[in-house]
């Protein structure tokens, strides 16, 4: 297909000297069609036809075998959403479990690394420091690593006998079987508390078919591990869209604010934060829909054990399509998952639309890669 | 005002203790950046350390990055026992396609959004927008339907068709195509050059900063593609390596042991991204190098 286009493109490319003669623009209209035709067959094909055939798969029972357009695949209608959100079963069960846990996730990796983006640009914007682009590497060399690399260094890193046990061990800490720990880290401090099981007010009865004291049980011991890693890794991104927010702060701002006597927290609460305001929404609102897309980490790490407790959404329609073969459910899972991301992204896109008119294009659609001016 | 009056008054001993302040910053600073900078590098010590361990050795001394004994039985037994090789020339092959296709599909795309007018230009780039908003994870089961119904799943072109074009890259030339001062194109279409020929020879060399940055986002994107290499193939002749590598930590070996060996897999699996990363660093971080040099 790819050489189809190619020499579609040459030829019109040759056509355009002939009929050129009339006007230099005549013949943009055709030429404009055929340059961009790859791009928008390939989007097309590989990004909108997919949203609609999975909208239609996830109104059926499709098991994977034959075509899923065929009259022999049952039709359920709006069956697979039901499930998920009315009907008590596993598939509820599972389904809110995994939003729970993204919950969690999302809650405490979202603003880690948001802080600690910003205390690493500061610390790397600072004039007095020397050797600043080196550490400047450093901090974003693993957002550039392969996520399932890096994943098995962590894997080795969280082992029982790994580094980080290591080091707890230094401090005379025994450090937990990470991956095989599924104890929420919220029924841990409630049980440093002295409660250790379920007051009878939040034994039975929780929205979605979860009971309260489910709800509140905080992330699992192995979810940290994988918070820690979607930490590390992202902070270097983040860090370097912080960067460039400050240096479109005007020293003379800070000079002004000094000389007013403003001491440094001071400057930084009421000068730096609300110049860099719209780079901090779009950090938090980035980090919001990345982290709702946590997968790979969890594929290679965890796999949504122990007890379900790192099953995320992404993960779970992945594993119901292609495990449990019931692509009818796990198609549905990706679309509320899409209907959750599209909430932020809108959010997002409104809000930096009204804030600043002046750079609201620039960075929303990148993750992993650096601003570009 | 304040200000004005209290400068001339300041006394050495004032003086000395800015001084000392700044000098207490300073030290504050490096700490700081020592201290991270080792959470961000060290793990990569470790895995390059452990990688050349011996199991038992590996599982003693976790945090040391140096092996008591050297040795290099995990990389053998990386290329004599598992897939490797098969994984690192499928991901080399799949990488070199996609990105060369990125490069000049999203260069055509962007040049003729930025400067040829045709009919429809402006809802294409809106459109083009809004599909960078998709989320890449919401379309694993959508991508694998496509590919079965036509007929690509588990090929070498249904690892690399879908990628072949990329709404984000579009937007990069586009941008940076606009940059380009119109005058220059003029000249080459009055001399008869045709719209193609004008875009081919004239205005895509001039864009080589832009395409060098595409080339190696396309490069690392594509090398570390992991969601759509599991969608896309099933034949464990078709893995690449990201996929090899999950399938060696999660599948065939299970959990908990081969540490130097799989290390070592992710280790070789990372070295090419870094390379690029190394020598191509101002591509990476190209915005923040502009602004540091101000302040």
Same mark, same amino acid.
């Given at each position: 297909?790819?050489?189809?286009?190619?020499?579609?493109?040459?030829?019109?490319?040759?056509?355009?000297?002939?009929?050129?003669?009339?006007?230099?623009?005549?013949?943009?209209?055709?030429?404009?069609?055929?340059?961009?035709?790859?791009?928008?067959?390939?989007?097309?094909?590989?990004?909108?036809?997919?949203?609609?055939?999975?909208?239609?798969?996830?109104?059926?029972?499709?098991?994977?075998?034959?075509?899923?357009?065929?009259?022999?695949?049952?039709?359920?209608?709006?069956?697979?959403?039901?499930?998920?959100?009315?009907?008590?079963?596993?598939?509820?069960?599972?389904?809110?479990?995994?939003?729970?846990?993204?919950?969690?996730y999302?809650?405490?990796v979202?603003?880690?690394q948001?802080?600690?983006?910003?205390?690493?640009?500061?610390?790397?914007?600072?004039?007095?420091?020397?050797?600043?682009?080196?550490?400047?590497?450093?901090?974003?060399?693993p957002?550039?690593t392969?996520s399932v690399a890096i994943s098995v260094v962590f894997l080795f890193l969280f082992?029982?006998?790994?580094?980080v046990?290591?080091?707890?061990?230094?401090?005379?800490?025994?450090?937990?079987?990470w991956f095989?720990?599924?104890?929420?880290?919220?029924?841990?401090?409630?049980?440093?508390?002295?409660?250790?099981?379920?007051?009878?007010?939040?034994?039975?009865?929780?929205?979605?078919?979860?009971?309260?004291?489910?709800?509140?049980?905080?992330?699992?011991?192995a979810m940290i591990s994988i918070i820690t890693l979607v930490v590390w890794t992202t902070s270097?991104?983040?860090?370097?869209?912080?960067?460039?927010?400050?240096?479109?702060?005007?020293?003379?701002?800070?000079?002004?604010?000094?000389?007013?006597?403003?001491?440094?927290?001071?400057?930084?609460?009421?000068?730096?934060?609300?110049?860099?305001?719209?780079?901090?929404?779009?950090?938090?609102?980035?980090?919001?829909?990345?982290?709702?897309?946590v997968?790979d980490q969890v594929?290679v790490m965890s796999?949504?054990?122990?007890?379900?407790?790192t099953?995320?959404?992404?993960?779970?329609?992945?594993?119901?399509?292609?495990?449990?073969?019931?692509?009818?459910?796990?198609?549905?899972?990706?679309?509320?998952?899409?209907?959750?991301?599209?909430?932020?992204?809108?959010?997002?896109?409104?809000?930096?639309?009204?804030?600043?008119?002046?750079?609201?294009?620039?960075?929303?659609?990148?993750?992993?890669?650096?601003?570009?001016? | 005002?304040?200000?004005?009056?209290?400068?001339?008054?300041?006394?050495?001993?004032?003086?000395?203790?800015?001084?000392?302040?700044?000098?207490?910053?300073?030290?504050?600073?490096?700490?700081?950046?020592?201290?991270?900078?080792?959470?961000?590098?060290?793990p990569?010590?470790?895995?390059?350390?452990?990688?050349?361990?011996?199991?038992?050795?590996?599982?003693?001394?976790?945090?040391?990055?140096?092996?008591?004994?050297?040795?290099?039985?995990?990389?053998?037994?990386?290329?004599?026992?598992?897939?490797?090789?098969?994984?690192?020339?499928?991901?080399?092959?799949?990488?070199?396609?996609?990105?060369?296709?990125?490069?000049?599909?999203?260069?055509?795309?962007?040049?003729?959004?930025?400067?040829?007018?045709?009919?429809?230009?402006?809802?294409?780039?809106?459109?083009?927008?809004?599909?960078?908003?998709?989320?890449?994870?919401?379309?694993?089961?959508?991508?694998?339907?496509? !590919?079965?119904? *036509?007929?690509?799943?588990?090929?070498?072109? /249904?690892?690399?068709? +879908? @990628?072949?074009?990329? $709404? &984000?890259?579009?937007?990069?030339?586009?941008?940076?195509?606009?940059?380009?001062?119109?005058?220059?194109?003029?000249?080459?279409?009055?001399?008869?050059?045709?719209?193609?020929?004008?875009?081919?020879?004239?205005?895509?060399?001039?864009?080589?900063?832009?395409?060098?940055?595409?080339?190696?986002?396309?490069?690392?994107?594509?090398?570390?593609?992991?969601?759509?290499?599991?969608?896309?193939?099933?034949?464990?002749?078709?893995?690449?390596?990201?996929?090899? !590598?999950?399938? *060696?930590?999660?599948?065939?070996?299970?959990? /908990?042991?081969?540490? +130097? @060996?799989?290390?070592? $897999? &992710?280790?070789?699996?990372?070295?090419?991204?870094?390379?690029?990363?190394?020598?191509?660093?101002?591509?990476?971080?190209?915005?923040?190098?502009?602004?540091?040099?101000?302040?």
């Amino acid at each position: 297909m790819a050489t189809e286009t190619l020499t579609a493109v040459a030829t019109a490319g040759g056509a355009g000297t002939r009929r050129g003669r009339g006007g230099i623009r005549s013949n943009e209209n055709l030429a404009g069609w055929l340059f961009v035709a790859p791009v928008i067959v390939i989007l097309g094909l590989f990004l909108l036809l997919p949203i609609l055939m999975a909208l239609w798969v996830s109104l059926t029972d499709w098991n994977g075998q034959g075509s899923p357009f065929t009259g022999d695949v049952p039709f359920v209608g709006a069956h697979n959403y039901t499930q998920l959100f009315t009907e008590d079963g596993l598939a509820r069960r599972d389904f809110m479990t995994s939003i729970r846990n993204n919950i969690y996730y999302v809650a405490i990796v979202v603003p880690t690394q948001t802080v600690l983006a910003l205390g690493l640009a500061l610390v790397v914007n600072n004039r007095m420091l020397k050797g600043k682009s080196f550490f400047r590497s450093a901090f974003y060399f693993p957002s550039v690593t392969s996520s399932v690399a890096i994943s098995v260094v962590f894997l080795f890193l969280f082992a029982n006998s790994g580094a980080v046990n290591a080091l707890l061990g230094f401090v005379g800490i025994d450090g937990p079987e990470w991956f095989a720990d599924s104890r929420g880290v919220l029924h841990l401090l409630f049980g440093v508390v002295g409660v250790d099981s379920p007051p009878a007010a939040l034994a039975d009865g929780g929205p979605f078919g979860l009971t309260w004291w489910d709800w509140l049980a905080g992330p699992s011991v192995a979810m940290i591990s994988i918070i820690t890693l979607v930490v590390w890794t992202t902070s270097g991104t983040f860090m370097l869209m912080f960067l460039a927010g400050l240096q479109n702060v005007p020293v003379t701002l800070d000079e002004a604010s000094t000389l007013d006597g403003a001491s440094r927290w001071q400057r930084f609460r009421y000068v730096t934060l609300p110049m860099i305001r719209p780079t901090t929404f779009l950090v938090l609102t980035l980090g919001m829909i990345g982290s709702w897309q946590v997968f790979d980490q969890v594929y290679v790490m965890s796999q949504g054990d122990p007890a379900k407790t790192t099953l995320t959404p992404a993960y779970l329609s992945y594993r119901t399509a292609f495990r449990d073969f019931d692509y009818g459910s796990g198609a549905a899972i990706s679309f509320v998952l899409f209907l959750i991301i599209i909430v932020f992204t809108l959010i997002q896109r409104r809000a930096l639309a009204e804030r600043d008119t002046d750079r609201p294009r620039r960075g929303w659609w990148r993750r992993r890669v650096p601003e570009r001016s | 005002m304040a200000v004005l009056t209290d400068r001339p008054a300041a006394t050495p001993a004032r003086r000395h203790q800015r001084a000392a302040r700044t000098l207490a910053t300073r030290f504050l600073g490096y700490a700081t950046l020592v201290f991270f900078g080792l959470v961000f590098l060290y793990p990569f010590v470790i895995q390059i350390g452990n990688a050349l361990k011996t199991e038992p050795d590996a599982a003693a001394n976790p945090l040391s990055p140096f092996p008591d004994p050297l040795t290099l039985a995990g990389f053998e037994r990386i290329f004599a026992g598992t897939n490797f090789p098969l994984w690192l020339g499928n991901s080399l092959l799949v990488t070199v396609l996609v990105t060369i296709g990125r490069v000049f599909f999203d260069s055509l795309a962007g040049y003729a959004l930025a400067r040829l007018r045709f009919r429809g230009r402006g809802g294409l780039f809106a459109a083009v927008i809004a599909v960078m908003a998709v989320p890449g994870v919401v379309l694993l089961i959508p991508k694998f339907l496509v !590919l079965n119904q *036509l007929g690509l799943y588990n090929s070498y072109a /249904g690892l690399v068709v +879908p @990628l072949l074009a990329d $709404a &984000a890259g579009v937007f990069i030339m586009k941008q940076f195509f606009e940059s380009i001062p119109v005058s220059v194109e003029e000249a080459a279409r009055i001399d008869g050059a045709s719209i193609f020929r004008t875009f081919w020879s004239v205005v895509l060399p001039m864009a080589k900063p832009a395409l060098i940055t595409l080339t190696i986002l396309s490069f690392q994107g594509s090398w570390n593609e992991f969601p759509h290499s599991l969608v896309s193939v099933q034949d464990p002749d078709l893995f690449t390596l990201p996929r090899g !590598l999950a399938d *060696l930590v999660s599948g065939s070996l299970g959990k /908990g042991t081969q540490y +130097p @060996l799989k290390l070592g $897999a &992710a280790l070789l699996a990372t070295i090419p991204v870094a390379i690029i990363f190394v020598v191509f660093q101002r591509y990476f971080v190209r915005d923040a190098n502009d602004g540091s040099d101000k302040g």
